[in-house]
């Protein structure tokens, strides 16, 4: 497998981090909203390409905003890289980088494949919080920036 970097991502990378936000499914209400997004994170310096060998293959937005910790907003994986584990380790490339102690998310509870990657990656369950989609509460997630893989692995058998 090539290996997985990011880049922060410049106005250059707009249209491509769009055209993977917008694979997913939309409104079409908030494809503007998308753009307008993806374009304050560029400016903001907290958009990050992802990149297998030379190829964009996602985009992760990154920052910290929340309570000053690590916090990974969207992240966004081309279709056909999805289920390989490369969620793993751009979360792992995050918590190289981050500067607080512990890194936080947060996903639907509808979104079963990201919280498989998260539980993988040692993130542990924080709370939910209710009121923010109907119906699919938001649920949090964090875990040290840095892991001791033999403690992931011990934990796993
Ligand atoms: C969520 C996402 C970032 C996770 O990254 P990833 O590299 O695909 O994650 P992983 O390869 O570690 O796979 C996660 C797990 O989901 C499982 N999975 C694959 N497809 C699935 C599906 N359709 N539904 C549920 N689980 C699925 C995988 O088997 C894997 O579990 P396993 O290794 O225990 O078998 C990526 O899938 C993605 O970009 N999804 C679309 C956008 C999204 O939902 N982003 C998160 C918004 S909060």
């Known amino acids: 497998m090539d290996v997985i970097r990011l880049r922060k991502a ?91 102690e512990k890194l936080f998310t947060s996903t639907n509870r509808s979104n079963t494949r990201m919280q498989k990657a998260l539980a993988k990656a040692g993130f542990s369950f924080a709370g939910q919080l209710t009121g923010l989609d109907e119906g699919d509460p938001e649920l949090f997630y964090y875990r040290l920036r840095l892991l001791d893989k033999r403690v992931l692995m011990d934990g796993r058998d």
Not at 23 to 40: D, F, G, P, T
Not at 56 to 84: H, N, P, S, T
Request: proline share 0%; charged share 30%.
């Open 10 to 100: 410049s106005d250059k990378d707009k249209a491509v981090a769009v055209g993977f936000y917008n694979s997913i499914e939309q409104e079409e209400e908030v494809s503007l909203y998308r753009e307008e997004k993806i374009a304050k994170a560029i400016l903001e310096e907290t958009c990050y390409i992802i990149l297998a060998g030379h190829r964009a293959i996602g985009f992760v937005i990154f920052d910290y905003r929340f309570f000053d910790q690590g916090w990974i907003e969207l992240m966004i994986l081309d279709e056909a890289c999805r289920g390989k584990g490369i969620g793993g380790k751009v979360f792992d490339l995050l918590g190289e980088q981050c500067r607080a």
